[in-house]
């Protein structure tokens, strides 16, 4: 970190003298008649700064952003490759093992089974028939192979440490451990395993731990860690000196430096664009890709997991097994998203649109001049407050009042309460937008409707609503795409059950509160339950893009017919 | 000579009706407007008495003597010595000292229950940063437990005392004590106890009959088993309680009850049992005085109305911390703490330090990377683009990635910044940059709004003078659509700034004991954000960081407003009309 | 009787007791005194006094800003939809004050119908465009009764034969002539007393204005009826009387042959022989 810090320092100084140069060269190739030179000197100066200092900083950015990764991968290579005997070593134990082959026996027998169940599970479900046993039976499976698993990790433990003492007690006995050790591990403890080795090496934060192999991991990426360091930091420097000196050579007197420049900074200007598709082009294919992972994992049923009726991702036990039947059924996350968005929309249109119409028609510009402010802020509070007020204030107010009239089964975390709050929140989108296309609806309209003798209600809800009608279906659909996304409100205030459910009183989950609890539950990133997270954001995606491009088409429509 | 027009007839015929359906409409309007303002107050309102109880907290200040072979183990003074002392060890001596007739092991596990231990490492700091203080007595400040706390605040448990003039006698023998008054004082607590309980009874009763019930009309026979045995459990709990209301049995006081405590000076006793005359009972000393025995006229009640059970704090426990409030060792002061201090698993030392940090280090990324890119897009969208299909590709492509959901954002995140690219997950670093390419179309809008809003003349006039496009643009264009530039940015800023859901994605909510370093290193420290801390905090379990979570929102919605007003102000002081 | 019924019943009634060609004079319809109208602090009209005879065609001209769509707009009180305009003096229809308290402005405007410069047909269907003002001021009883009044109105604005198979389309599909017919037939649908054109003809080609002159011509017979033109052709045409209005004041009133052959002030006469505006 240091030394690039440094380098940087000396780049920025390198990039001043770059312009200083430039100009200098300028006046000396116009031989003291400045006029006489293309551009003005200064941007002979820009120029040159430009090629000494922008090709070095992305060099050294790139060396940030990769390096560590780099190094990570280098040195840990280098230790597996160290470990080779004692990984072939683990690998013959493992075959040999008596345990291990009568678990892995009994697993097999399990899985056939549990196949068996699925598919005598899915057949009594195509004709209606009685599933609760074959759920429940295939639950007792399921909890049974789990603990099988359990028992071939201690087992892959107790084999894998009576190795690992095998290696000698010296440094390269340290490091084919380390390179054994990290072999054997997940994706996240490998993570963990790099953290705490560069902890101990570079005193990057505090280890979690401290090993003898940990030291050892350390120490190899130590001499990696110095080439990249210096060998970037050398690299940088030379490009940026090689980039001076070529092209203060190239400075002449019709040298047009200027339309370079320009020419430079236009294309800079077109990538900044093109980062908005590059951004959605990430969106989509990570989530593309992530979802096919996810698809193959459970074996390409996509249409159960578009039409099931059952989410539980739990139950799935790991990646390399066959997906559970069921357990990946969307339509309750998709029930509750519309439960909770409908009753939002049934609080944030009549609110907004009201608000929108007594604002742009009735309400004194005194008046105006405090509410639509007002309205605003409720745009611009955190949703994590309304998340905040939902749970401690709206839910158990909404819990309290349906006890007190009859329903005794009322919970805190219920789509009512979640989604009235959410509607709150949407009031502004709705009557700001609505407000805007009322104030597009023409002059000349309303005076038509008041010449008549309409009231001025009736100008309203006669000739100016239906007008606008296009543009506040836009509108709406708009605030349906955003209650859609919302996050924080229903992680916090909708509960987490995956209830099929059309009763605004139960607890209910939506798409979005399942990825935050798929991602933030479990770290194990390659298991099915992780990567359903990316196929329900790729609904999200689809359904919000959607309902944005329908909108956006809506309320263009509508502008063409009004200007 | 006014004469009646016919339309005219025919028109107020209908008119009182139109009238009437006009005020009814203005009505929803205003009606619509209001519920708004009110929803906005109750926000507000709610989280602000919420927050109330977070500003102020319980401190103790006890003399600590900081003996030698407790904080200093190998007696040279040396730091690491010093840091391996137990200070906890010379808190609990001190707290002992307070106490001296509390003994045994669960005794002194209450007494200490009453703060964290992890204060005992800012002693430990004191006594590193001046080793001259071993060996001497300081006054160390530290704050009560949180339960504790929100017990002195009256905010958990509900209690009265009532000064008695009567003779009353005690007897202590070891843990037990017998007591015995000259008239039937313990009377009327009794009864009233006694119809609490008689009033649950008929509850249960009523319980049963209802599952009883609904248990016959169903069918389902799972369901139907259900209900049986709940309206056996509650069966069972009626004959428990009519038991112990047998007249002429004594009145025996569990946890589910209110707690009766007879106080006479320093001396505490809570009643187990009432005989039924009212005038004798037994009961568990809670803290005894070593001075004193035998028969009073001067002592009190103390009822405490919440059951034991109920509560996160024991009887002793409360004795304690009012008797150290009595002793002027306890005061209710303002909550530092929760500013200076990072996050913590104790409520009382949590604090927002920590998750500020965050805040500012993400959004220093995400204005480095938003505002510049979204700018320099927004630029060449507006004044460079060909008019083709490919502007126009991105142009539809940046509206819709304005109403991409946020979570999607720390979706991408996730998936590219931290598995592909191997960035460190948690980090101001990755917050900023998620952060950034949510914003960058809310920045790039607006300040193409700005950009079309400086008169084409403008341009016309530089390009008049044989200026580059370029140059037209930066040095004409640029300056007079800045203003509006740096507002639009700021209300996008303002939103990330309140963004909670795409940092959940990138593992920022973790949980950060120790605040980022504020400087360069802390971009790739782990550490959260304002809105990501006042979440964690609304999924604890402790009551207590309710108030600390409503705290918190309020200190970031104080972010929010500077944040706005800063675009309020720009917006004034650059604000130009052509 | 219903209201429609009634409405017939009276229309007939008042042509009689309103209109006396015999002495070939009028009775008054509009009076003014003193009109002035401000927006905020800029006067647009001041002191305009004025006698509007019943079932006649008055024409307003005078130079562009002059006023003259502020003093229209003040007759039937569409002034009030605009936040900062004042309007003071009094209007007198039939002799009743119009600025008065108790006048319901949705009443008056019943009986003071309006057509604007660009037709602004309601995006309803054609049918649903006329039938917009008897149906909100429950003119007619029943269906039948409503298809009736859409049919005369259409009839006498000259519309029918062209609209009368595309009935359910919305108004706004018509050409611009027709639109403007669909306007003045939405205005008489309500058999409103007097109609106020605000230059009707502008937006339009000389065949539909001729059109719109033929139906102002008919439209006499029953209504009073008030337009701005700035043609003084148009005027010459169509009005029994006309008003040259300058600067915020009514210049000169009278007999539209009298202003045209011999007017008696300088600024009509330049303003006629187009020497301004
Ligand atoms: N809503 C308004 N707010 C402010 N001033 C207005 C408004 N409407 C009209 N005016 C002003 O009042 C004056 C008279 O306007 P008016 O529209 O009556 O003129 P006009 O004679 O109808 O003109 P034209 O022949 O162009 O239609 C003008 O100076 C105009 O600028
Ligand atoms: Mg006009």
Redesign the pocket.
Same mark, same amino acid.
């Given at each position: 970190m240091q030394i690039s810090v440094y380098v940087a320092l000396a780049l920025l100084v390198l990039t001043a003298i770059g312009y200083l140069v430039g100009r200098r060269q300028a006046f000396v190739a116009a031989a003291g008649r400045p006029s006489e030179l293309h551009s003005l000197p200064s941007y002979y100066g820009y120029y040159l700064a430009l090629w000494t200092g922008v090709p070095a900083l992305i060099l050294l950015a790139l060396y940030g952003l990769t390096g560590t990764s780099l190094v990570n991968t280098l040195a840990m290579g280098e230790l597996e490759r160290e470990a080779a005997p004692l990984i072939r070593a683990y690998d013959t134990q493992l075959a040999q093992d008596p345990d291990l082959s009568r678990l892995n026996d009994a697993i097999a027998q399990l899985e056939a089974d549990a196949q068996v169940a699925r598919s005598e599970l899915d057949k009594a479900r195509r004709d209606g028939g009685e599933v609760a046993a074959y759920q429940r039976s295939l639950g007792d499976l399921t909890v049974e192979l789990n603990r099988l698993q359990g028992e071939i990790s201690q087992v892959q433990d107790r084999i894998a440490a009576s190795i690992a003492v095998r290696a000698p007690d010296n440094l390269a006995g340290d490091r084919a451990r380390a390179g054994f050790e990290y072999w054997r591990a997940t994706p996240d403890r490998r993570d963990l395993f790099l953290t705490d080795a560069r902890a101990l090496a570079f005193g990057e934060g505090f280890a979690s731990r401290n090993s003898s192999a940990l030291i050892a991991a350390g120490d190899a990426m130590r001499p990696w860690d110095e080439m990249f360091r210096w060998s970037s930091a050398g690299l940088a420097m030379a490009m940026a000196l090689g980039g001076l000196t070529w092209m203060r050579r190239q400075i002449t007197v019709t040298f047009r430096a200027r339309n370079r420049l320009e020419g430079v900074v236009s294309f800079a200007l077109f990538a900044m664009s093109g980062i908005a598709i590059l951004t959605t082009l990430g969106i989509v294919l990570s989530l593309l890709f992530e979802s096919i992972r996810f698809f193959a994992a459970i074996d390409w049923r996509i249409h159960e997991f578009l039409f099931g009726l059952q989410w539980s991702p739990q139950i799935a036990i790991r990646a390399d097994q066959v997906g559970q039947t069921g357990a990946f059924g969307a339509v309750p996350l998709f029930a509750g998203t519309a439960l909770i968005t409908l009753v939002a929309m049934c609080v944030a249109v009549p609110v907004g649109l009201f608000a929108a119409i007594y604002l742009s028609e009735y309400a004194s510009s005194r008046f105006r001049a405090i509410a639509k402010p007002v309205l605003e802020i409720l745009a611009g509070v955190p949703t994590v407050v309304y998340g905040f007020f939902a749970l401690l204030t709206v839910g158990p107010f909404i819990r309290d009042a349906a006890v007190l009239l009859g329903y005794e089964d009322a919970v805190t975390q219920s789509a009512l309460s979640a989604g009235l709050v959410m509607g709150i929140m949407i009031i502004p989108f709705v009557s700001s937008l609505s407000d805007d296309v009322i104030n597009a609806v023409p002059q000349s309209l309303r005076d038509g409707a008041y010449a008549m003798g309409a009231t001025k209600s009736e100008a309203v809800r006669h000739v100016v609503l239906p007008a606008a009608l296009p543009g506040i279906v836009g509108a709406i659909l708009l605030a349906v795409s955003r209650a859609i996304g919302e996050t924080m409100i229903v992680v916090m205030a909708a509960g987490q059950g995956a209830n099929l459910t059309a009763n605004p009183l139960e607890s209910v989950t939506t798409i979005t509160v399942q990825i935050v609890m798929l991602i933030t539950g479990d770290q194990e990133f390659e298991s099915a339950k992780t990567l359903s997270a990316f196929a329900l954001a790729l609904v999200l995606f689809a359904l919000t893009l959607f309902l944005n491009i329908a909108a956006l088409r809506v309320v263009e429509r509508f502008r063409e017919r009004y200007e | 000579m006014s004469k009646l027009a016919p339309i005219r007839d025919a028109v107020m015929e209908r008119l009182p009706q139109r009238h009437r359906a006009e005020q009814r409409f203005q009505a929803y309007g205003l009606t619509a407007i209001t519920l708004a303002v009110l929803f906005l107050t109750l926000l507000v309102g709610s989280i602000l008495t919420q927050s109330l109880a977070a500003f102020t907290a319980h401190r103790l200040t006890l003399p600590v003597t900081l003996e030698r072979e407790l904080v200093d183990p190998r007696g040279d003074g040396s730091e690491a010595s010093l840091r391996r002392g137990s200070y906890n060890a010379a808190l609990q001596a001190a707290l002992r000292d307070q106490f001296p007739t509390v003994h045994g092991v669960g005794e002194l596990r209450e007494l200490f229950g009453i703060y964290s231990a992890i204060n005992a490492s800012r002693l430990l700091t004191d006594v590193v940063n001046n080793p001259d203080l071993v060996g001497q007595s300081v006054d160390f400040e530290f704050p009560i437990s949180d339960d504790a706390d929100r017990y002195l605040k009256g905010a958990s448990v509900s209690e009265r005392q009532i000064d008695m003039n009567a003779s009353l006698s005690i007897e202590i023998a070891g843990n037990v004590a017998r007591l015995e008054a000259q008239e039937a004082v313990l009377a009327p607590f009794a009864d009233r106890l006694r119809q609490v309980m008689a009033d649950r009874a008929n509850r249960y009763a009523a319980a049963a009959e209802a599952a009883l019930a609904s248990a016959r009309q169903t069918i389902d026979p799972d369901e139907r088993e259900i209900l049986e045995a709940e309206a056996q459990r509650a069966q069972m709990r009626v004959q428990q309680l009519n038991e112990r209301l047998r007249p002429g049995a004594d009145f025996l006081l569990g946890p589910r009850e209110p707690s009766l405590l007879v106080r006479a000076g320093d001396t505490i006793v809570r009643l187990t049992s009432i005989t039924s005359g009212g005038r004798e009972a037994t009961g568990e000393v809670l803290l005894a005085d070593q001075a004193w025995s035998g028969s009073v006229t001067r002592w009190s009640f103390w009822e405490i109305e919440t059951p034991a059970a109920t509560r996160l704090i024991t009887d002793r426990q409360m004795v304690f911390v009012r008797l150290l409030e009595e002793r002027g060792l306890v005061r209710n002061a303002f909550n530092a703490l929760l500013f200076t201090n990072a996050d913590s698993r104790e409520p009382e030392l949590a604090g927002v330090r920590g998750a500020l940090i965050g805040t500012i280090l993400t959004m220093v990324i995400t204005i480095f990377l938003a505002v510049p890119v979204g700018v320099g897009a927004a630029i060449y969208l507006e004044e460079f683009a060909p008019r083709n299909r490919l502007t126009r590709l991105i142009e539809v492509n940046i509206n819709n990635l304005a109403a991409v959901p946020s979570i999607v954002f720390g979706l991408l995140g996730l998936a590219v910044f931290i598995n592909a690219f191997g960035l460190p997950r948690s980090t101001p670093l990755l917050g900023g940059m998620v952060l950034a390419l949510m914003t960058l179309p809310t920045v790039i809008i607006s300040s193409r709004a700005a950009l079309k809003a400086v008169p084409p003349s403008i341009r016309e006039a530089a390009l008049g003078v044989g200026a580059s496009r370029t140059q037209a643009v930066f040095h004409h264009v640029l300056p007079l659509a800045m203003p509006g530039m740096l507002t639009g940015s700021i209300i996008g800023l303002a939103q990330a700034l309140g963004e909670t859901a795409p940092l959940l994605m990138i593992g920022m909510v973790a949980f950060v004991a120790d605040a980022p370093n504020f400087g360069f290193t802390g971009f790739t420290d782990p550490s959260t954000v304002m809105p990501v801390q006042i979440f964690i905090w609304s999924t604890s379990a402790e009551r207590a960081f309710e108030a600390r979570t409503a705290a918190a929102i309020l200190v970031l919605l104080v972010l929010m407003v500077l944040f706005n007003a800063v675009a309020i102000y720009l917006r004034r002081k650059y604000e130009r009309r052509w | 009787m219903t209201a429609y019924e009634k409405l017939q019943a009276g229309a007939s009634v008042r042509q009689e007791t309103l209109y006396h060609p015999v002495e070939g004079s009028y009775t008054t319809k509009v009076a003014t005194k003193n009109v002035t &109208?401000h927006? *905020?602090d =800029?006067s !647009?009209?001041n002191g305009v006094s004025i006698e509007i005879p019943a079932c006649t065609v008055t024409s $307003?001209i *005078?130079?562009? *800003?002059? /006023? =003259?769509?502020? $003093?229209?707009?003040s007759i039937n009180r569409m002034n009030d939809t605009?936040d900062? !305009?004042r309007v003071s003096g009094s209007i007198l229809i039939d002799g009743e004050e119009v600025n008065d308290r108790n006048v319901d402005p949705v009443v008056l405007r019943a009986r003071v119908g309006m057509v604007f410069?660009k037709p602004n047909p309601f995006p309803k269907t054609i049918y649903e465009n006329v039938a917009y003002g008897p149906r909100i001021h429950g003119l007619a009883a029943d269906k039948d009764q409503l298809d009736a009044i859409v049919e005369t109105s259409l009839r006498k604005a000259g519309l029918w034969d062209e609209v009368a198979d595309r009935l359910d389309q919305p108004g706004t599909s018509l050409s611009g002539g027709q639109q403007q017919r669909l306007v003045i037939a939405r205005a008489i649908a309500v058999n409103p007393e007097v109609i106020l054109m605000?230059?009707p003809c502008s937006a339009l080609d000389p065949i539909a204005t001729a059109r719109i002159e033929e139906l102002i011509d008919e439209l006499r017979e029953n209504y009073t009826l008030i337009i &701005?033109t700035?043609s003084m052709a148009q005027a010459a045409r169509v009005s029994q009387m006309t008003a040259f $209005?300058h600067l /915020?004041s009514l210049v000169e009133y009278g007999p539209t042959e009298e202003i045209f052959t011999n007017p008696r002030d300088q600024r009509t006469q330049d303003y006629i022989t187009g020497r301004f505006g």
């Open positions: - | - | &109208v927006y *905020g =800029k !647009a009209l $307003f *005078g130079p562009s *800003g002059c /006023g =003259k769509s502020t $003093f229209l707009r605009i900062n !305009a410069q605000d230059e &701005v700035h $209005f /915020g």
